[in-house]
């Protein structure tokens, strides 16, 4: 059973720093692209950032571009989501998300996930 763990939200000021993890278990973790995507109260869940399997290619939502970077640790089976210079638009409830097997371009939207985590809340105040 595939299962995806997140952690590291919190409430942070504007302009602050936050570094969310993902743990994923149940299969072969190194094969399948990973990704964040978020959903604020009232609103879709939309696409944040991916990375494929190998680690290569990174495609990120153009509101979070050049201030959240995503990584992969194959060795640990995690995926991080580096998160810079934060808005308050940015709140939201974090889902991590996999899929994609092998594909070496991952598309900015939900088609290619297979598997959800819970999610972690992310406050940013102003």
Do not use: H
């Not at 998300?97 to 939207?109: D, K, L, Q, W």
């Not at 290619?112 to 940013?124: A, R």
């Amino acid at each position: 059973q595939v299962q995806l763990v997140e952690s590291g939200g919190g409430l942070v000021q504007a302009g602050g720093s936050l570094r969310l993890s993902c743990a994923a278990s149940g299969r072969t973790f190194s094969r399948y692209g990973m990704g964040w995507f978020r959903q604020a109260p009232g609103k879709e869940r939309e696409f944040v950032a991916a990375v494929t399997w190998s680690g290569v290619g990174t495609y990120y939502a153009d509101s979070v571009k050049d201030r959240l970077t995503i990584s992969r640790d194959n060795t640990k089976n995690m995926v991080y989501l580096e998160m810079n210079r934060l808005k308050p638009e940015d709140t939201a409830v974090y889902y991590c998300a996999t899929g994609a097997a092998f594909m070496t371009t991952i598309p900015r939207t939900a088609d290619w996930v297979d598997y959800w985590g819970q999610g972690t809340q992310v406050t940013v105040s102003s």
